[in-house]
T-cell receptor, first 115, second 116 residues
Framework: AQSVTQLDSQVPVFEEAPVELRCNYS??????LFWYVQYPNQGLQLLLK??????LVESINGFEAEFNKSQTSFHLRKPSVHISDTAEYFCAVRTPYSGNTPLVFGKGTRLSVIA | DTGVSQNPRHKITKRGQNVTFRCDPISEHNRLYWYRQTLGQGPEFLTY????????KSRLLSDRFSAERPKGSFSTLEIQRTEQGDSAMYLCASSSGEGLGPYGYTFGSGTRLTVV
């Protein structure tokens, strides 16, 4: 079975500062990795994903994450955050095999951007 | 399409009562998922459907929980004899195929259940 650990439950950061949200996963097989974001009073939305190929993946709003197989990590980074990035971020994992493999989520990290 | 719709948004019920939640997925999505989220936790998988077939149920889904998706469209989640531990946000999501496309799983805003 897969599992996800998000070590930081809350991350406060000043506007225009860089941020890293950490995600480590556990799996005995290969994995697909995802970051979902939940803005206040909205449903979860896919931010970015790693399925295969380049280990560095990017979102349209400036976030990036790098799949590191040796460290079993998929940390999310942004070089300069905006107030609008304030949200809860969830890392998720599943196996590539088709069939009964829904997403397994971490506990989430609440990012608070301070003006 | 207005996305995944969940009703009601909030439900307060007395312990021991039965409750039913409804989820209307994106119409062309063939997969539908139910998750539960408690304070300080991420979404925990409960069950999922491909069309009208319920393909997997989590160990979290006790005998008091039942889910249906008649005709492969909307889905209902019923909790019988509610307990205080059932208090949570119940999330519904849908996807086209395995949800590996650009939008992944599309989540609704959830139904918040409070058992008093």
């Amino acid at each position: 079975a897969q599992s996800v650990t998000q070590l930081d439950s809350q991350v406060p950061v000043f506007e225009e500062a860089p941020v890293e949200l950490r995600c480590n996963y556990s799996s005995s097989v290969s994995v697909y990795l995802f970051w979902y974001v939940q803005y206040p009073n909205q449903g979860l939305q896919l931010l970015l994903k790693y399925l295969s190929g380049s280990t560095l993946v990017e979102s349209i709003n400036g976030f990036e994450a790098e799949f590191n197989k040796s460290q079993t990590s998929f940390h999310l980074r942004k070089p300069s955050v905006h107030i609008s990035d304030t949200a809860e971020y969830f890392c998720a994992v599943r196996t590539p095999y088709s069939g009964n493999t829904p997403l397994v989520f971490g506990k989430g990290t609440r990012l608070s951007v301070i003006a | 399409d207005t996305g995944v719709s969940q009703n009601p948004r909030h439900k307060i019920t007395k312990r021991g009562q039965n409750v039913t939640f409804r989820c209307d997925p994106i119409s062309e999505h063939n997969r539908l998922y139910w998750y539960r989220q408690t304070l300080g936790q991420g979404p925990e998988f409960l069950t999922y459907f491909q069309n009208e077939a319920q393909l997997e149920k989590s160990r979290l889904l006790s005998d008091r929980f039942s889910a249906e998706r008649p005709k492969g469209s909307f889905s209902t989640l019923e909790i019988q004899r509610t307990e205080q531990g059932d208090s949570a946000m119940y999330l519904c999501a849908s996807s086209s195929g395995e949800g590996l496309g650009p939008y992944g799983y599309t989540f609704g805003s959830g139904t918040r259940l409070t058992v008093v």
